[in-house]
Nanobody
Framework: QVQLVESGGGLVQAGGSLRVSCAVS????????MGWFRQPPGKEREFVAS????????KYADSVKGRFTISRDNAKNTVYLQMNSLKPEDTAVYYC?????????????????WGQGTQVTVSS
C-alpha cells in the first residue's frame, strides 16, 4: 500500500521560508519520479517541481524557479520542498505525488499516487 504523507505546512510572512516534507511508505514510489503540486484557493492544481529517482534531474515551474528547491533522501524515503522568498501568491495546499515512469510530465493527471496535502499560507 503506497502512502504519501505531507508535513511542514503553516503560516509564514512574505519573504520568509518554509520546508515541506513528504514521507513515502510502500515500495511503489521508492524509485519513481516525485513531484510537488499546489492548489491555490479557487484554482486548479498546478505543477511546482519534480525530481527523478537519482536526483540528477529536476524540473521547476517558472513561478518558483530560483526560490524553491526540491530534494529527496532515498534512505529516509522522504522528499522535500524548500521554499524561500515566499509570496502571498504561493498560498495553497501543497501535495506530493509520485509517477511510475516517464520524465518531464507536469500535468497532475500524469501522477499515480497522491498525499493528502498540507496548507501553506503566506501573509503579506
Amino acid at each position: 500500500q503506497v502512502q504519501l504523507v505531507e508535513s511542514g505546512g503553516g503560516l509564514v510572512q512574505a519573504g520568509g521560508s518554509l520546508r515541506v516534507s513528504c514521507a513515502v511508505s510502500g515500495p511503489t514510489c521508492s524509485s519513481y519520479i516525485m513531484g510537488w503540486f499546489r492548489q491555490p484557493p479557487g484554482k486548479e492544481r498546478e505543477f511546482v517541481a519534480s525530481i527523478e529517482w537519482t536526483g540528477s534531474r529536476l524540473k521547476y515551474a517558472d513561478s518558483v524557479k530560483g526560490r524553491f528547491t526540491i530534494s529527496r533522501d532515498n534512505a529516509k524515503n522522504t522528499v522535500y520542498l524548500q521554499m524561500n522568498s515566499l509570496k502571498p501568491e504561493d498560498t495553497a495546499v501543497y501535495y506530493c505525488a509520485c509517477r511510475r515512469a516517464g520524465w518531464g510530465f507536469t500535468s497532475y493527471s500524469a501522477y499515480d499516487y497522491w498525499g493528502q496535502g498540507t496548507q501553506v499560507t503566506v501573509s503579506s
